[in-house]
């Protein structure tokens, strides 16, 4: 059925459906008001049914004009009445497709098109098929009575898992080896067996020859040819490929792949796992990317017939040396080597696009340890450039060949192939020859073969005694006459060497030597199919010498030197070797009566030839044709018979050829008794069928009757006889359900023909069809209807017998027949109340059906009808609207009338009737009487026999008003704002042009995203304002928009921007916005780290986390947002401590910052204080370091003093680095007590308290001695007591440096750094108490890198003690 529209579309705009899966295209760029497109209310569904069984496919669809319904397939037609019904049901509003009796190639996609003229919907269902059955074996064999073939029933089969080959018993062949025998060509058995550690298979070939022929049994039910069957192989393009070439019976067979007996599902996809190439007739199984898991013993079955069977292996293997690039010149050998790192017996040498085997272009080697694999290319060509590829397992190696060009290789290569063939020749012979002297031979016998190795080279040997084959005329020698015909040779030597040697081996050999030493040497091969060079040899002229009687001087010195040669000889010229068979025979088969041609080619045009069968001469007279064209002589016989069959010869100028004339004799059946058979069978039930066909072909035949597919057995009511030229079938008592096709099968040796009849049995029709379906029951009738028969008996229904039974009675009573064309039936004589039950009979030809009894029917019952559906609008001016509406669904029983239209104005609750003169008959209605402007509503109702029912919803305001035409484009079209999900338009009312284009009363807005091509309207209802936010977009994605003006008379054109809109607001450099953030966090260890950073970019940056420069660990998390992220560390340890740096970056830039944490402790208190007085009125404290010293670089000291009289604890040191500090103003006579505390940014550790220190006053009693005053010098120059240590604090850490200085008087100090003072530098706090002078720089950097300096100066002179200070990162 056609599935396009009655006229092409100008346009076809894709539109979303209601309905997933249905594709709609609109072939008008405006709907009219009022038209709609196609669309499914409900599309078909997808089926499965069984084989035989009845398959249906629904649909409801909608549209305005009421579309027009058509069915397709997607392989084949859906044109045949008998196999395809469709209908459309009014009742239920469905478009049905009825496939009856499905069939296996009736599996296949279905479409259904919806079509208008505004466009076409379509949807698609699937038609999944069961398989009916497998056919049963015949029970007779095993003792058991036939049975009925009524009674074979059919079963469902679905295999997912194929059957298991048995598992390997000691000492028996491994059955995956048999089965890959069977699906290997010949060339690959020594390989296959090789593999599975079978050296000798020889004697396998008598039960593999026994099983391949069961196979082809089994694969000629399914497979009409299988050829070309390649085992799997890794190819070039990574791929694991295996081949076939095959022609099916049944294109629509099912193909399997199963992997160690597990179905493997496929697709025609090449990027699928699994895949299958199927052109014309070679089909090309891939596994893409094999992998260890893929290696398996993988099978492909044709319904449940093997076809293929290969095994792949995925060794462990690697290239310890790949093969590598070679160069070579024409007529060159090129030597590709690899060695691999574990053994394998054989790896896969390929080109580009096919791979290598070991044979003449090609050498292929092993070394004994199976490490070193060698491809050797021989005799190079241009044509062998190109890549060549070793590949080992899963594992490939790759190489190119480059060959130069030579002007003089062929010359060279046709030079060295000829001294190659003599070489070889030369050796077989001698080495034949040594043989035979090492096993003690006979003279005859060692004389033949220094006959044919003198023959070889030219040397007709010294005839002695005869028993060379080569002496005089008495002599009678008898010689081997080994060559490719290996028999028994005898010679006549006659006069001067001359002699004939005749040799009888498997086929023909033969040896002549003529004039001077001259020799020729013929042998016909196993094959027995050409005649040629390889024989013993050619010597028609000497290849050493040029043949003259100098050869004959000096035998005895002669035969010396002869018999000490053990090399090759290398002729230096090859003379022409005569006439040749540029093809020869080959085996023919050809039927009995058909024409057969036997053909073969010289390389001389005037060559004659002779024609033999079975060794004797043919002419024309002898019911064959000889042809000659030029060189090519042909044998053709026009009407082969059996007596045909033989073996032919063609014998020119000493060469013959050889081949196999096999005659065929299919079965056949005659034209005109085929015909007889094909007609149908049409018997009456109870009846008997008979079929009978003549046949003829050769013996034996196969005979096999089926029908409806299932085999045919002997039975109570089977007969089936069967002779040389015959066979018959008959059926006897046949019922309705036996109709069917009957098929008969003949096949012997030689081929299969099939022969088709048909089986109708006439009976009696089925009751007819429920249910009832009640068409009308009014007051003074009833009407109602049924389906036909599902089986009419094979003849058509005739009449309808109709009876009554009024409820409550028992009496039935006959209304009469109607014709069997309308199976439906109107009573009117019924009572009003009454309840009435019919019975239906169906007649045909053959008999009257059982009855279809009616469930109880009242009359006389009021029955409204439902609601129509909501008028519709189809055309409004402003004097007439014209409305259409839908009949109900619910009838009430009987048919409808007519409608009743009503119509009020916009805010009134008035319905005032429209159709004054009776009730419109139609579902379409014209109202003339409105008034210009003004707005109206309307709604119908439906009515039967028994009145008006309910009315319709009502349909949408229209206003009476001529058409307005439709507005023109938006102007000013701008975006105002946007952000991630949301965006503001404004535009300007279209400039509207008089008479062309209406005014604007409303705007709708559309998107589409860039990936898609269907528009999304943002506004359902116009909307009346000339700005709108679109909402609900997706961040940072892009859209195209548009603006549509719209009025009563349709949307005017749209009014796009030129460049599609990213959902994003305006661009902004990443800034952090929190000018408040520390750059320096302490956190106790086991608490949580939380970093808040809120920063400011557009469009959504990218935003990366450091820690010291490296990416942050595992169990730091991080959340970002538009605004700003965060870095949350739940329980923080000290190695979380470092910089934390953020990088929030975008298109527009990037900005950083930088946090230091510090996860630390609350520090562990100092070792012990020991107290030491160096100088009277100071004490110098000095402890052990508190063990958190070495994992906090920020860890320091601070002392305080508490004395007897104060009591108050008061502290004298802090920002102490080192382990030592001298406590100043210590007064004699008093009792100190000194804590240490350690300090970080924690805080105090628990003090480590010092011993009490006391320096106890001495007494004396007072005396007063006047002494002489003499003048004391206590000036002293400056000098230090503590000098400055070097300092190496971490970067923006505090740091302390400190001095101990003295001299008298005081000596003036100066900071100094790089020789810079720094006394009056405000960014350094620097102190003097009694001598100890100390300088704290705030928050190193390295800035404040450099030589720090304090220099001591008094009258009495000056000193100076530096340090350096680094910073440590």
Request: glycine share 8%.
């Amino acid at each position: 059925m056609s599935s396009v529209a009655n006229k092409d579309p100008k346009v076809a705009i894709k539109k979303r459906s209601r309905v997933p899966g249905v594709i709609i295209t609109q072939y008008v760029e405006q709907l009219p008001p009022g038209k709609s497109t196609p669309d499914f209310t409900r599309k078909p569904m997808a089926t499965t049914v069984q084989e035989g069984k009845k398959a249906f496919f629904k649909a409801v669809v909608n549209g305005e004009p009421t579309p027009t319904v058509t069915w397709a397939r997607n392989n084949g037609n859906v044109e045949d009445p008998e196999k395809y019904k469709t209908r459309f049901d009014e009742r239920a509003r469905e478009h049905v497709l009825e496939i009856a009796n499905v069939k296996l190639d009736q599996a296949d996609t279905y479409k259904c098109f919806a079509t208008n003229e505004y466009g076409q919907a379509v949807s698609t269902a699937t038609l999944k098929v069961l398989e009916g059955g497998l056919k049963k074996k015949s029970k007779e064999a095993n003792g058991q009575p036939p049975q009925d073939f009524r009674a074979m029933l059919k079963k469902t089969v679905i295999v997912s898992r194929k059957r298991q080959l048995p598992p390997k018993k000691e000492g028996e062949i491994d059955p995956k080896l048999w089965e890959l025998l069977i699906s290997a060509p010949k060339k690959d058995y020594e390989k296959i067996c090789f593999d599975f550690g079978v050296t000798d298979f020889r004697w396998m070939l008598k039960r593999l020859n026994q099983m391949k022929k069961e196979r082809e049994d089994e694969q000629a039910k399914v497979v009409e040819n299988l050829s070309n069957v390649k085992q799997i192989e890794v190819t070039p393009h990574g791929r694991a490929e295996f081949s076939m070439d095959m022609t099916l019976w049944d294109p629509n067979s099912t193909i399997n792949l199963y992997k160690d007996g597990i179905l493997v599902p496929y697709t025609n996809d090449p990027n699928s796992k699994h895949s299958l190439k199927k052109t014309a007739t070679k089909y090309v199984f891939s596994i893409k990317d094999p992998g260890p898991e893929d290696a398996g013993f993988y099978q492909v079955d044709v319904e449940e017939a093997n076809v293929l069977t290969t095994d792949f292996s995925v060794p462990a293997v690697e290239f310890t040396s790949k093969i590598k690039d070679v160069k070579t010149s024409e007529c060159e050998d090129a030597v590709f080597q690899c060695v691999l790192s574990t053994p394998l017996n054989r790896i896969t040498w390929s080109k580009q696009d096919s791979s290598l085997d070991d044979e003449d272009k090609y050498e292929i080697t092993v070394s004994e340890d199976k490490l070193t694999h060698t491809l050797r290319v021989k005799d190079c060509e241009v044509a062998d450039n190109g890549a060549y590829y070793a590949i080992a397992g899963i594992t490939s190696s790759k190489a190119s060949l480059t060959v130069k060009a030579d002007p003089n290789a062929r010359k060279r290569r046709k030079a060295t192939k000829t001294e190659d063939d003599l070489a070889k020749k030369q050796a077989k012979l001698q080495k034949e020859k040594d043989d035979l002297e090492a096993d003690g031979e006979g003279q005859t016998e060692k004389g033949a073969a220094d006959a044919a190795a003198k023959a070889l080279v030219g040397d007709g040997g010294d005839g002695k005694d005869g028993k060379d084959g080569f002496g005089d005329d008495s002599g009678d020698g008898k010689g081997d006459g080994k060559g490719d015909g290996k028999g028994d040779g005898k010679g006549d030597g006659k006069d001067d060497g001359k002699g004939d040697g005749k040799g009888d081996g498997k086929d023909d050999g033969k040896g002549d030597g003529k004039d001077d030493g001259k020799g020729d040497g013929k042998g016909d091969g196993t094959d027995g199919k050409t005649d040629g060079d390889k024989g013993e040899g050619d010597g028609k002229k000497n290849l050493l010498t040029d043949g003259d009687d100098e050869n004959k001087k000096d035998d005895a010195a002669d035969k010396k030197k002869k018999r000490s040669r053990t090399g090759p000889l290398v002729p230096d010229t090859a003379k022409d070797r005569g006439v040749q068979f540029v093809s020869g025979l080959s085996d023919t088969d050809a039927n009995v009566g058909q024409r057969a041609e036997l053909s073969c080619k010289l390389s001389s045009d005037t060559s004659e030839g002779r024609w033999f069968k079975n060794g004797k001469l043919l002419t024309n007279k002898d019911g064959v044709t000889v042809i000659k064209d030029g060189a090519c002589h042909s044998l053709i016989i026009d009407c082969c018979k059996e007596d045909d069959a033989a073996v032919y010869r063609f014998e020119a100028e000493g060469r013959k050829s050889e081949a196999t004339l096999n005659i065929q004799d299919p079965p056949k059946i005659d034209a005109d008794a085929l015909g007889k058979f094909t007609k149908p069978v049409i018997v009456k039930a109870g009846e008997n069928a008979e079929w009978k066909l003549p046949f003829s072909g050769g013996a034996p035949m196969n005979i096999q009757w089926n029908k409806d597919d299932d085999e045919l057995f002997p039975a109570a009511n089977v007969k089936i006889d069967t002779s040389d030229t015959e066979s018959k079938l008959r059926l006897t008592k046949c019922q309705r359900k036996d109709s069917g096709e009957v098929k008969i099968k003949l096949k012997n040796e030689f081929g299969t023909t099939e022969a088709i009849s048909k089986l109708i049995v006439l009976d009696k029709p089925t009751p007819p069809q429920g249910p009832v379906d009640i068409m009308e029951s009014a007051v003074t009738s009833v009407e109602f209807k049924w389906k036909p028969p599902k089986d009419s008996g094979g003849c058509p229904v005739t009449n309808y017998m109709i009876e009554r039974q009024q409820v409550g009675r028992n009496k039935w009573t006959k209304l009469g027949e109607i014709p069997g064309s309308n199976p439906s039936y109107k009573d009117s004589d019924v009572d009003p109340g009454r309840r009435y039950s019919y019975r239906i009979r169906a007649r045909n030809a053959e008999g009257i059906s059982d009855y279809l009894q009616t469930e109880d029917i009242s009359a006389g019952v009021l029955r409204y009808p439902g609601a129509p559906s909501s008028p519709k609008v189809v055309s409004a001016f402003k004097d007439c609207i014209t409305l259409a509406w839908s009949s109900p669904c619910d009838t009430g029983g009987t048919k409808i009338v007519g409608y009743n239209l009503e119509k009020k104005k916009k805010g009134t609750n008035y319905w005032s009737l429209v159709n004054h003169e009776g009730p419109i008959t139609g579902t379409k209605c014209a109202v003339k009487d409105v008034i210009e402007g003004a707005a109206y509503e309307f709604r119908v109702s439906a009515i039967n026999l028994s009145g008006a029912g309910d009315p319709s919803m009502p349909c949408d305001t229209v206003i009476a008003r001529d058409p307005m035409k439709p507005p023109g484009k938006v102007t000013d079209l701008k975006l105002t704002s946007s952000d991630y999900t949301s965006f503001s338009l404004a535009w300007s009312k279209p400039k509207g042009m008089k008479g062309e284009e209406g005014e604007a009363q409303g705007y709708y807005v559309e998107i589409r995203p860039i990936e898609n091509l269907e528009w999304t309207r943002c506004n359902s209802t116009p909307i009346t304002r000339t700005s709108h936010t679109v909402l609900g977009l997706k961040a940072m994605a892009t859209y195209w928009v548009r603006v549509i003006a719209t009025n009563y008379g349709g949307d005017g054109e749209p009014q796009a921007f030129d460049k599609y809109i990213i959902a994003m607001p305006p661009p902004v450099r990443p800034k952090f916005k929190d000018h408040n953030m520390k750059t320096f966090v302490v956190v106790r260890s086991g608490n949580t780290v939380r970093l808040n950073i809120i920063f400011e970019a557009c469009p959504l940056p990218e935003i990366t986390w450091l820690k010291d420069g490296v990416p942050v660990p595992k169990h730091v998390t991080i959340t970002n947002s538009d605004k700003g992220s965060q870095m949350l560390i739940p329980t923080s340890e000290r190695s979380d401590t470092g910089i934390y740096t953020i990088t929030v970056k975008n298109i527009v830039g990037q900005e950083s910052f930088n946090v230091e944490v510090r996860v630390t402790d609350d520090p562990k208190p100092p070792g012990p204080v020991e107290l030491d007085e160096n100088i009277p009125g100071t004490v110098t404290l000095s402890w052990a370091s508190s063990p958190d010293e070495k994992r906090d670089d920020r860890l320091h000291y601070m002392i305080s003093k508490r004395d007897a009289v104060k009591r108050t604890w008061r502290t004298v040191g802090d920002n102490l680095f080192n382990n030592k500090f001298t406590v100043v103003n210590i007064l004699p006579g008093r009792e100190y007590n000194f804590r240490v505390f350690a300090k970080n940014d924690m805080g105090l550790s628990p003090p480590s308290v010092s011993p009490p220190f006391e320096t106890k006053k001495q007494r004396e009693k007072f005396k007063l001695n006047t002494r002489e005053r003499k003048p004391l010098d206590l000036e002293s120059p400056p000098s230090f007591i503590v000098r400055l240590k070097r300092r190496t604090p971490p970067e923006g850490y505090d740091c302390y440096m400190t001095c101990a200085v003295k001299g008298n008087p005081a000596p003036r100090v100066t900071w100094y750094r790089n020789n810079i003072s720094l006394n009056v530098n405000a960014n350094y706090y620097i102190t003097n108490v009694c001598g100890v002078c100390s300088m704290l720089i705030l928050k190193v950097g390295p800035k404040d890198i450099g030589e720090y300096k304090v220099m001591l100066e008094n009258k009495l002179g000056t000193s100076e003690s530096s340090m350096m200070l680094n910073v440590r990162e």
